[in-house]
């Protein structure tokens, strides 16, 4: 997967370049919205991530400019901007994603994924979910851990879907938020953490190996070790 | 019409300034009636009474110069019928002009021509003031129309009365009254009419503008008021207005310029600080740096949102929140925040009671959401436990009205009064105290409120609403 950043902060583009490249794609980055162009001119790319605020241009419209060369690789926008104008949620309407500064590496990745799957021929919809000893029928909404079913709250269970959905990998309190709940807040109490340790006490409570675990300062993760 | 509407026409512009013209016009114009009316009349009377004094005065001088023979009272008589037919047209009694005629001769019975009985004629003539040659009015009894009389005294001590009602003078006189009502009338409602019209169009043009102005929000500084292509006052009034409206609409655009790039410049660093922390947390093997590195990232995310609620708290003051106004179905929004909130409250002992009514409301959801949030993050993080909450939606008067009351401590006095500022937080708050500043700049925006009140029995009510239309202040 070959992906072009487009970002004037030095650091930031440096970090991202060295967080993709870990992540496995291969990552061309520009400054400015003109040399984007002259990249995208010579170089197929899977997918963009491109920042609002460019030097030369708003970044909407170097979004705007490449869709007319005829650049159709999905979109994921940077905003330092703190309300989401209606341009950027049309984007998001047309299968492209924002992520407002500062964000964690994690949600990006996390997203980006996300943008790249749907690019992708159809993929079957899992109607179970499996991690170690817990499974999840996603038909009938039952979890269970070793056999017994877990009663579950409808939340929890959607906590826990999204948690499996992306076992493994790290998701954050902004991810949860937004894809669990649909809300972008940021909440000034611990809720979330409250919602995953109620969630660990009925999944983890009592098994030998926990699965549910939380990366200090990024998120939590679900994962079999 | 309802009286209430009728009302509510009399207390516009276009009222009164066609009433006080047409008020003016129709006291104007009766009088200049009424002169007329009076001149026409004095013209009439004027020419019956030149009429009636040359008549008298040649029958006064055909009865003197007569001789006193059996012939004499005959052809007196026919001289004055003469004199009568002259006037009198064909009619009858009294809707006909009518002349008498009385010659009085001290020595011969008095010769008559005009209506019998004389009697009254005689009577009224007797009783009247007379002064040879000088006609005046005369009431005769049983006749509506008074007549005008003239006297002629002869030397031999005889007299010649001469009488005349002139009914079609009188008659064309109050035809014409008449019909100058009637036109005055007409002029008058036309005259109104008119005057209103033009009026009513005029100020319908500053209604627009007032409509226009009244509409915009912050959302959509562009809409601009017709100007219409005359350079009349009302005109000038739309063009100054957009002059005035283009530069609050670059002063907020100069505004969310600075914020965004404040926002910008600020986080760029942060985003880039951050993300070389996380990855040093994913190096970080052995985890020996872990907790710290992660109390970094947490301040660093505690920094972006008090970064951005200030930005926001300062479009705020200015009047220049951006809102992306969507139909909000404000009890679902609520539903799924106590839901997040639940389980944070339920470890802290809090039993929550919603009462969600059906609600919906025109506003912007992810500052609603951010704002209820940090209601919801106030009783987490302020209510001591084993408390309840009492959480509720309703409609009242036109308002979605949300009650967030608890049987804590209350809000303490001191800080009550400066709550909703920012900054001020109470002496074991956690928070950045900008929580309910935030909250109040987001009721603000919508046209809505937010206020603390003590709850009776002890504890804090707050009670945040938001109007669920938009008002145009034009109709309020």
């Given at each position: 997967m070959r992906l072009l950043v487009v970002e004037d902060d030095n650091a930031i583009r440096e970090f991202l370049k060295r967080g993709l490249e870990e992540s496995g794609y291969q990552v061309d980055v520009g400054r400015d919205a003109t040399t984007a162009l002259a990249q995208a001119a010579d170089s197929v790319y899977d997918g963009f991530i491109i920042d609002l605020g460019l030097p030369d241009m708003d970044g909407l419209d170097l979004i705007a400019k490449l869709r007319a060369l005829g650049h159709s690789a999905p979109v994921l926008i940077l905003s330092a901007r703190r309300s989401v104008d209606e341009r950027v949620r049309g984007l998001e309407q047309g299968g492209d994603d924002y992520l407002t500064k500062p964000f964690a590496l994690a949600e990006l990745l996390a997203r980006l994924r996300n943008l790249l799957r749907r690019g992708s021929p159809v993929q079957t919809e899992a109607v179970r979910l499996r991690v170690r000893d817990l499974e999840l029928d996603l038909v009938r909404r039952e979890a269970r851990r070793a056999d017994t079913v877990l009663q579950l709250t409808t939340q929890e269970f959607g906590l826990l879907e999204y948690l499996c959905r992306n076992a493994g990998r790290v998701v954050t309190r902004t991810m949860i938020l937004d894809q669990v709940w649909r809300m972008r807040i940021d909440p000034a109490t611990n809720v979330v953490d409250v919602q995953i340790y109620r969630l660990r006490n009925k999944v983890d409570s009592g098994f030998e190996h926990p699965l549910i675990h939380t990366i200090r300062g990024v998120g939590y993760v679900i994962r079999e070790s | 019409m309802s009286s209430e509407n009728r009302d509510s026409y009399r207390s516009t512009a276009a009222w009164r300034i066609a009433s006080w013209p047409t008020v003016a016009f129709a006291i104007g114009s009766a009088i200049a009636f009424a002169i007329m009316y009076l001149l026409i009349a004095r013209d009439i009377r004027q020419r019956s009474d030149e009429w009636l004094s040359g008549e008298a005065e040649t029958l006064a001088d055909v009865s003197a110069n007569t001789p006193r023979d059996s012939l004499y009272k005959r052809l007196v008589q026919e001289v004055a019928e003469l004199a009568t037919h002259e006037v009198a047209p064909a009619g009858q009694g009294q809707q006909q002009n009518t002349v008498f005629f009385l010659h009085a001769d001290p020595g011969a019975s008095p010769i008559w021509v005009g209506p019998q009985p004389r009697g009254q004629f005689v009577e009224a003539i007797k009783g009247a003031n007379l002064v040879p040659g000088i006609p005046a009015s005369l009431k005769v009894p049983g006749w509506s129309k008074s007549f005008r009389v003239v006297y002629h005294a002869r030397p031999d001590g005889g007299s010649v009365y001469l009488g005349f009602s002139d009914v079609a003078g009188s008659k064309m006189l109050s035809r014409l009254t008449a019909s100058c009502v009637l036109a005055w009338a007409a002029t008058v409602v036309l005259g109104f009419a008119i005057a209103w019209i033009v009026a009513h169009r005029t100020l319908s043009r500053v209604v627009r503008i007032t409509e226009t102005v009244s509409e915009m929000g912050t959302a959509d500084l562009g809409k601009r008021v017709?100007?219409?292509?005359?350079?009349?006052e009302i005109s000038r009034l739309a063009r100054t207005f957009n002059r005035m409206l283009d530069r609050i609409q670059a002063s907020v655009h100069q505004l969310h310029v600075l914020t965004d790039s404040v926002a910008h410049d600020l986080k760029s660093p942060v985003t880039s600080v951050r993300g070389s922390l996380e990855s040093a947390l994913s190096y970080d093997e052995h985890g020996r740096w872990r907790e710290r590195v992660a109390e970094a990232v947490e301040g660093l995310d505690r920094l972006s949102l008090m970064l951005n609620t200030t930005l926001d708290l300062a479009e705020a003051n200015a009047g220049a929140l951006r809102l992306q106004k969507e139909s909000v179905d404000l009890a679902e929004l609520m539903r799924q925040l106590i839901d997040l909130y639940q389980p944070a409250m339920d470890l802290n002992h809090h039993q929550v009671i919603a009462n969600l009514k059906p609600v919906k409301v025109d506003a912007d959801p992810s500052l609603l959401n951010r704002a209820i949030a940090n209601l919801l993050d106030n009783e987490v993080a302020h209510l001591p436990s084993d408390r309840h909450i009492s959480v509720s939606l309703r409609a009242k008067n036109g308002d979605a009205v949300i009650r967030i009351e608890d049987d804590g401590p209350g809000f303490p006095r001191a800080l009550r009064e400066h709550a909703f500022e920012r900054f001020v937080k109470g002496d074991?708050?956690?928070?950045?105290?900008?929580g309910l500043a935030f909250v109040e700049a987001v009721a603000q925006a919508h046209g809505g409120t937010v206020r603390i009140d003590d709850r009776p029995g002890g504890g804090a009510v707050i009670v945040f609403s938001l109007p669920m239309s938009e008002v145009l202040i034009a109709k309020a």
């Open positions: - | 017709p100007e219409g292509s005359s350079s009349d074991q708050s956690i928070g950045h105290g900008l």
